[in-house]
């Protein structure tokens, strides 16, 4: 039920979470400025993009739940897959790791290899021009707040589930063929350990107007609130792909420090451009229409190449093809 999103420590919006970065927010602004601007907390959390967000919330939560879930492989189904592939290759090593150890390996591996795929499908989702129609939905909130995290498109989050079970399948696959059996996962209230550990410092921030950076240094380890506010300004949205971890922004030259980047006042798209992205159907079948649009200019420019070609260069035939919705969210340009 949706409220199991606040009640279990494996969600975003876990209450401890939640109340954490709360608490890191008033100790980084100042409980005096909470005072002097408590009208425009108000505004800002009543604001008609929150609002979307609240809202969308629910019907994102009965899309994955009822319509996507049934269409997932389980990372359980991936794992067994994965030890039958690797047991007849892979032997079991000499040395023997303490059930301790081997729980806290278990839980570092599957931790590292689910954030390292979250960075290349994130990264993907902006490089390729026919994903990032989906994930502009996300892009597309000019306020940030905890709940914006879950503004994203079915498509999306069905890459995101089989992401997740891809790599949660084959690390567990794989330790089941080395270690056999023994497995155990080192948990903090149900959570993976290194998963509760980051959230409760301050991950909702993310998705937040409190713009907390870390260290330039230890921004290239891990991923600061502000490094992922930074993400969301239209200029930067190229940069800083992580979920927990930097490092992959750093080795893969994707990494914008958050004292480095030029701050601003707006998240999200320029304001003619979040019109086809103010209603909950809107973030539902906008990325489909500018999908169809940017298939539509493609047909049309092989078509006038053809044509070209045919005449042997020496015809103008449609001189120019101009992009679907040049200009808005709508069209095939990425930022």
Aim: hydrophobic share 45%.
């Amino acid at each position: 039920m949706p409220w199991d999103y606040v009640l279990e420590s494996g969600q975003r919006l876990f209450w401890l979470y939640l109340l954490s970065s709360a608490l890191i927010a008033l100790l980084f602004t100042g409980f005096r400025v909470i005072r002097q601007q408590g009208f425009a907390i108000r505004q800002y959390w009543l604001h008609p993009s929150a609002l979307l967000d609240y809202r969308y919330f629910f019907v994102s939560w009965f899309i994955k739940v009822f319509m996507l879930a049934p269409l997932l492989l389980s990372a359980k189904s991936i794992a067994l897959w994965t030890f039958q592939l690797a047991s007849p290759w892979l032997s079991r090593p000499d040395w023997h790791l303490s059930y301790e150890s081997l729980a806290l390996l278990y839980t570092a591996c599957l931790f590292v290899a689910s954030d390292f795929s979250r960075y290349w499908l994130h990264r993907w989702l902006h490089t390729n021009k026919w994903l990032w129609q989906f994930h502009k939905v996300h892009h597309s909130a000019p306020v940030l707040n905890p709940l914006t995290f879950y503004r994203v498109h079915p498509v999306e989050n069905f890459l995101f589930g089989l992401r997740y079970a891809l790599s949660a399948g084959v690390v567990t696959g794989l330790f089941m063929t080395l270690f056999g059996p023994r497995l155990s996962l080192m948990t903090i209230m149900g959570s993976n350990g290194f998963i509760f550990v980051f959230s409760l410092l301050g991950s909702n921030l993310r998705h937040s107007h409190v713009f907390l950076g870390y260290p330039a240094w230890l921004e290239r380890v891990f991923i600061s609130p502000a490094q992922h506010q930074v993400h969301h300004y239209s200029r930067y949205a190229r940069f800083n792909y992580g979920g927990y971890l930097a490092v992959w922004d750093w080795l893969f030259a994707s990494l914008m420090p958050s004292g480095k980047a030029q701050r601003s006042d707006r998240f999200g798209f320029q304001a003619q451009q979040m019109n086809d992205y103010r209603t909950i159907p809107q973030l539902l079948y906008a990325p489909f229409v500018s999908c169809y649009r940017l298939l539509n200019y493609h047909a049309k420019k092989k078509t006038v190449i053809d044509r070209r070609t045919s005449d042997g260069g020496g015809s103008r035939h449609g001189a120019a093809v101009a992009k679907p919705g040049a200009g808005t969210i709508t069209g095939a340009g990425r930022p």
